[in-house]
């Protein structure tokens, strides 16, 4: 009886000390990053992909109406724009055509923990 106790007492101790080895080669602060990432899609209505449009990101509604961007980017030959590490919430996102004042389509998206979110804007007046 105390031989398979102390065998038992054995495989419990050596699965603990396993596991804890494991734990400890995950990299440091791997959920820890309270950022998320954005890809913005621009297109125009007749001719598809909206390329070198510019794309702003606002922190509040506030900003947003101000016209004053956390973050701005232009769009590449697909339309593409792509912002990394966002701080996680609610965003404000709006296009323009950068030799133009109109604003043009707007919408509000989410930054999610350590996620990539998507929108699409169409180049069409609002």
Known sequence: ???RLSI??????CIAFTSCNEAEDLPANSTTNFEGNLDVVVTR??????????VHLYISENQFIKRIPY???????????S????????????CTVPTDTTLYDSAIVGI???????????????
Request: aromatic share 12%; charged share 20%.
């Open 112 to 126: 999610i923990k350590d996620q990539t979110s998507y929108i699409s804007l169409e180049l069409k007046p609002r």
């Open 8 to 13: 038992f007492v054995l495989i419990i101790l």
């Open 83 to 94: 912002f990394k590490k966002i701080p996680i919430g609610s965003w404000y996102v709006d």
């Open 71 to 81: 973050i701005s980017g232009k769009t590449n030959n697909n339309g593409l724009v």
């Open 1 to 3: 009886m105390f031989k």
């Open 45 to 54: 209505p007749v001719y598809g992909p909206g390329p070198n449009m510019l």
